[in-house]
């Protein structure tokens, strides 16, 4: 997976999963977006460059169980919404200019028994 290790490139990331968050806001499903960085210190007062994890949407059910984790990620040439829902394996879930499939898609997989 391609992702821009800067903050200005999380931010854009975090942007597009903000946009997805919106969205689904109001249909029965919470969402918190999750950024993490990695600090490596030595013990000599020496650090290596901060690392920018690619940032994620965490998405829970009405109950707070979770429903799945939603990302940013390359798909060819053209950046996609990915979900692995709770329990199973990343898959496509929609282009990043079509957020409100990625919704149909999200509350569809809500409905379905656990």
Known sequence: MHFP?????AE???GHLLDLAHRLSGRGLTSVTIQTIKITLFGNDKRA????EPPELD???PTG?????VTVRKDGRALAF???PAGGSARYLCPINAPQEG???LIKLAGQPR
């Open 5 to 9: 290790r800067s903050e200005k490139g």
């Open 12 to 14: 854009r990331f975090r």
């Open 49 to 52: 460059p901060i690392a920018v």
């Open 59 to 61: 998405i829970r059910l």
């Open 65 to 69: 169980a979770p429903l799945g984790t």
């Open 82 to 84: 990915w979900v692995r």
């Open 103 to 105: 919704v149909a898609d």
